[in-house]
């Protein structure tokens, strides 16, 4: 089970205060994929970083700038190009002159059923930064430092940032604690987000700010449930293939029983997620590059261990 954490005290637009150097203010833009909205955080006092402005709500740039009010902000930093992060990166730098740094867009533009998750459609796709961040890359303002960390996996330019003062990590959509995360091909790839994961755990920071929710706090038990979920669902997945279930549409109701029908797209959609990490590491057959449509079959090779 994941130790999901949930509770979290705010108002839409009310900037509150949550550790000595970060200021939270949640936009109403809640959702099911949003949780409560999306949290903009600001780092620091007086010269000041915003990370991920968020959708394009007028209510939440006011907030933003009243929040801000006084203080100089200086970066805008992007996680990653969904339409929950990123949109309102402009209309805050008209207003204040700051420069934007991120990734430039996803490698994949958004095809049919992602759509479904109002995840990636095209104003998102064509965002572009100032500022193409490198991996590693640090920034900083009066008392903090920010570097930026590479995490792939929810979408392929999704970029974490660590905030050395207080051992911090601005997680995105990487790892959300109300939630698991959604990967859905082609942006989204499960190799790199298991590796992502990994990244996140060996940085051993103390605590993990998601956009979306509440803090995490106790990291390396949350991250192993968060792995341990997602590879309980791969052996599900290699059950089914071996019990003759090869196609994604009969597995689904099976792996995804008692889940409202109307989530079955996007659970479709990651367990094609599943089925590309597994053909790619040699678990998996299937003709041809995996698709929604492909049959799958188990590879099988007693080394590997597998199911009784
Ligand atoms: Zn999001």
Redesign the pocket.
């Known amino acids: 089970m994941i130790p999901f954490v949930r509770d979290m005290t705010f108002e839409y637009g009310r900037p509150d205060v949550v550790s000595p150097l970060i200021r939270r203010v949640v936009a109403n833009n809640p959702g099911p ?2 949780y409560l909205g ?1 949290g903009t955080y600001i780092v620091g006092h007086g010269d000041v970083a915003v990370i ?1 402005p968020g959708p394009a709500l007028d209510a939440h740039l006011d907030a933003i700038l009243a929040a801000t009010a006084g203080e100089r902000i200086s970066h805008i930093l992007i996680t ?1 190009t ?1 339409l ?2 990123s949109p309102l990166a402009r209309p805050l730098q008209q207003r204040t002159g700051a420069v934007i740094y991120g990734l430039d867009e996803p490698l994949h533009q958004a095809d049919e059923g992602d759509d479904q998750n109002g995840l990636a459609p095209d104003e998102a796709a064509r965002f572009r930064p100032d500022v193409v961040i490198a991996d590693g890359q640090t920034l900083s303002g009066p008392g903090w430092t920010i570097e930026a960390v590479f995490t792939p996996g929810h979408a392929s330019n999704h970029v974490a940032y660590a905030l050395a003062e207080e051992n911090a990590l601005f997680c ?2 990487h790892i ?1 604690g109300w939630s698991t995360t959604v990967i859905s091909p082609p942006d989204g790839d499960m190799s790199q987000y298991y590796a992502s994961l990994d990244r996140v755990q060996a940085g051993r920071f103390g605590v993990l700010w998601p ?2 929710g509440p803090p995490i706090t106790e990291v390396d038990p949350f991250v192993d449930a968060y792995r341990n979920h997602r590879l309980a669902r791969e052996r599900q997945i290699l059950g089914e293939l071996r019990h003759g279930h090869a196609t994604i549409a009969e597995m689904i109701p099976r792996l995804y029983r008692g889940v409202d029908k109307r989530l079955h797209g996007a659970a479709a959609r990651s367990v094609l997620a599943h089925l590309i990490h597994l053909v790619r590491t040699g678990q998996v057959h299937c003709e041809g590059p995996p698709k929604l449509s492909s049959y799958f079959s188990v590879i099988s090779n007693r080394t590997m261990g597998g199911e009784p």
Do not use: R, S, Y
């Open positions: 994929f949003t999306t991920d990653h969904h929950d992060h995105g959509d959300m956009t979306h």
